[in-house]
Nanobody, 127 residues
Framework: QVQLVESGGGLVQAGGSLRLSCAAS????????MGWFRQAPGKEREFVAG????????SYADSVKGRFTISRDNAKSTAYLQMNSLKPEDTAVYYC????????????????????WGQGTQVTVSS
């Protein structure tokens, strides 16, 4: 079992920044990949960013490339999503997720691959 708790969401003006955190517990953090997804009202949940368990490989949705940065601190069992130059269309509930496959060669971008999910944190960007 893995427990994931997101924090850091809030209300920000367009062009502003937020940093989301995802604190993990239950299994050795360095043994699984992490992903961030988001879901806007009336829309399907979508992949935002992912990071390999080693921290050496990342993946981003085209819509956030160059603006968002995913990172992790295995010593603190925490993943982060730094969000800069925020836009109103970034408004959504953001979820972190854990991929516990034994080994991976690429960061998964598909929801069904992820085994555990946090409860989500709301990000609202005003224009």
């Amino acid at each position: 079992q893995v427990q994931l708790v997101e924090s850091g969401g809030g209300l920000v003006q367009a062009g502003g920044s937020l940093r989301l955190s995802c604190a993990a517990s239950g299994r050795t953090f360095s043994r699984y990949d992490m992903g961030w997804f988001r879901q806007a009202p009336g829309k399907e949940r979508e992949f935002v960013a992912g990071i390999h368990r080693s921290g050496g490989m990342t993946s981003y949705a085209d819509s956030v490339k160059g603006r968002f940065t995913i990172s992790r601190d295995n010593a603190k069992s925490t993943a982060y999503l730094q969000m800069n130059s925020l836009k109103p269309e970034d408004t959504a509930v953001y979820y972190c997720a854990a991929d516990l496959r034994t080994s991976t060669r690429a960061v998964a971008t598909t929801m069904s691959v992820y085994d555990y999910w946090g409860q989500g944190t709301q990000v609202t960007v005003s224009s």
